[in-house]
């Protein structure tokens, strides 16, 4: 081999030499952003599962509630309709609003009356006097 195709050689081995360069830089900067990555994707991992855990508990509380409210709306709802002294209250209430009325029916009327008699008292004054 003669000096002229050894520097040839030589040569092209540099140039090929120079991009592998290139490339093994260019992958330790994407092993670089591989490893930042893969540890935000474990650390969001992480932060998944305790989110899965408060998540299920805090449905786990609303089932409960929701539980709990059904029961007290049945509760009232049974304790209202079953009720013996319901008919009775109801009643009562009737004959209060029946008494209130017959009376300011009478008040009006007796108002009415007062009225009345006093004005044919005026006019029985006026005219006989």
Sequence with gaps: MTDTE????????DSVEKLLNGVNSRLDGINGKVNKHESQISEALGERVVNRKTQDEKFAKVEELEVRVNLVEKAELIHYTNCPLSKD???LLDDNLS???VKKFMGAMFLGGVALGSMVVGLLKLILG
């Design 6 to 13: 050894f520097t040839l050689i030589n040569t092209r081995f």
């Design 89 to 91: 209250v109801r009643t």
């Design 99 to 101: 008494n209130k009325s």
